[in-house]
């Protein structure tokens, strides 16, 4: 009985907080009746503006140089830092809560805040967008890392440490071997989500075919609009099918 009343208002509570939430954000599925808006909009987005594919070829590529250079940039320093952040390899604590402070801070920031401070200083275009993916992916990465550091297995680092080598050899012969499989996948997969991430980068103007979706958004050119969504749209299962692939392989 008692696990029973536990459960019930569990469930109350939750139903609470869902109607909180309905209310609070304008929730109304009776809106979906109202088509006009929608077919409005397919209306004058047909026919497609092909003109716009070159371009849009183009921005896809940039979208994924920013992904896989601000990935890349991101593992390069992750990789480093992480073993300052496990408490197996951390040469104290203090240098063990430090670099994790560090990392907890930068990965609880949004990529888009990160590219909202870039932008303007670096000014606008991709380089803004690898700053700021390179700096969310670091915090993210590098506490992922730390903790594969300190689950490694202790054999392999015994054995190392007992040749009389020093402990920066027991990390990169002892330690890193074990995990470099699941550090390459947890990179293809910050990929993935940088792909992504970019997409709305280029609204604050940080590159890629966000940045052309949202002015072509801006100016009403929905017929170039319904371009640029199909070149995401096939941007997004091509990385989805080949990160998928990827790890397939790594792990």
Avoid: C
């Avoid at 993916?133 to 550091?149: P, Y």
């Amino acid at each position: 009985m008692g696990g029973f009343n536990k459960n019930t208002a569990l469930l109350l509570l939750a139903v609470i907080i869902a109607v909180w939430s309905a209310v609070g954000t304008g929730f109304n599925l009776l809106l979906f009746l109202d088509f006009r808006n929608s077919l409005d909009f397919l209306a004058r987005s047909w026919p497609p503006d092909w003109s716009v594919l070159r371009p849009a070829v183009s921005a896809i590529a940039e979208t994924l140089q920013i992904a896989y250079l601000g990935t890349l940039l991101a593992l390069i320093l992750a990789l480093p830092l992480s073993f300052l952040a496990a408490w197996n390899t951390a040469p104290n604590g203090i240098i063990y809560n430090g670099v994790r402070s560090v990392l907890s801070f930068i990965r609880a920031v949004p990529e888009i805040v990160f590219a909202l401070i870039f932008v303007p200083t670096v000014s606008l275009g991709a380089m803004a967008g690898v700053l700021a993916i390179t700096l969310h992916n670091l915090g993210v990465l590098g506490k992922l890392i730390a903790e594969l550091v300190e689950a490694a297995e202790r054999g392999p680092q015994e054995a190392v440490a007992a040749s009389g080598a020093p402990g920066i050899l027991v990390a990169t012969h002892g330690i890193l071997p074990q995990i470099l499989p699941n550090v390459l996948s947890h990179a293809f997969y910050r990929m993935e989500v940088s792909v992504r991430s970019v997409l709305v980068l280029g609204f604050v103007g940080a590159g890629g075919i966000g940045q052309q979706l949202f002015i072509h958004f801006r100016m009403f050119q929905y017929e170039k609009v319904f371009v640029d969504v199909l070149a995401i749209m096939a941007l997004v299962v091509l990385i989805d099918y080949l990160g998928a692939f990827v790890r397939s392989r790594v792990i």
